[in-house]
């Protein structure tokens, strides 16, 4: 059986790599959420919404939550819509088990970042990267570790088979999609080498 870090441990490396919103994340009623989402979710994912929530890291990756604070009325901004979307494209490029996969993130070049719900206790999930620009079934990636125990793979640039990077500034950025909205519309470019405040 697969041992994970604990949550707050997975999280502690994961805000020693990436400073979180200073805003916080999202709030969410999990047990209220339990009819919509019955599989339920990680405790990694649960922390990582409270401490970063919705938003975007070095403008390339995003994590989405349970339900949009900022973009409600957008299907593909939940888990929901992702995991429609991941569903789906298991069934068409012959994934073992489309069923299983749950969508939590993504890439400005349409990858899919999932859970695969392969255990009833979601602490045992692994997670999977669907690469929309490699061929089957190398596009299929299974990484046997949880949510943000990935993210910090990723804030490490410990991917290099999937992602490199050639960004105007060191480490690892997060901004919350509340943030990354405001930003646009005051046309402030985050993603800068000179560092944002104010978040």
């Known amino acids: 059986m697969r041992q994970q870090p604990t949550p707050i441990d997975a999280l502690a490396r994961l805000t020693s790599l990436v400073a979180p919103p200073t805003g916080g994340g999202n709030r969410a009623d999990w047990d209220g959420l339990s009819e919509r989402y019955p599989r339920g979710f990680p405790d990694d994912y649960k922390q990582f919404m409270r401490v970063y929530g919705e938003g975007l890291f070095d403008d390339f990756l995003g994590a989405c939550a349970p339900v949009s604070e900022v973009y409600p009325n957008d299907p593909g901004a939940n888990v929901e819509g992702l995991t429609g979307d991941a569903e789906l494209t298991g069934e068409e490029l012959g994934y073992d088990a489309p069923e299983l996969l749950i969508g939590w ?93 104010g978040s």
Do not use: K
Request: with cysteine.
């Open 105 to 197: 993130g993504y890439t400005v070049e349409a990858d899919l970042l999932c859970w695969r719900a392969d255990s009833p206790d979601p602490n045992m999930w692994g997670t999977v990267i669907w690469r929309r620009q490699w061929d089957e079934p190398e596009c299929w990636s299974h990484f046997d570790c949880g949510m943000v125990e990935l993210l910090c793979r990723y804030a490490a640039r410990d991917l290099p088979e999937h992602w490199t990077f050639d960004l105007p500034y060191e480490g690892c950025r997060f901004f919350h999609s509340r943030d990354v909205r405001r930003f646009r519309q005051e046309r402030i470019d985050p993603w800068g080498p000179e560092p944002v405040t």
